[in-house]
């Protein structure tokens, strides 16, 4: 979908290709899996950091921010793509 030249303001014009990038990753079923695997990831994020604390102190920390940026890049990649 082309919006450059519509007329439309900015807000409107991301809020449509946000829109239409969800539309395509819910149809694509490689897109699903994806999500649910991100979704578990982000469990297992969040009950690790609930035992271990959620300070970035130490190597867990660092393990556990790494892995978070991994899955945001994952994410962004996903649907972009």
Known sequence: MNLSNEGISPMLKYYIE???ALKRLRADQ????SFEYIIVAVCIIGAVSAVFGIGAQGA??????GGINA???AFQA???G
């Not at 867990?60 to 921010?65: D, N, V």
């Open 60 to 65: 867990i920390g660092q393990a556990l921010t």
């Open 18 to 20: 946000t829109r239409e």
């Open 30 to 33: 490689d897109g699903v899996v």
């Open 71 to 73: 899955i945001t890049a």
């Open 78 to 80: 996903a649907i972009a």
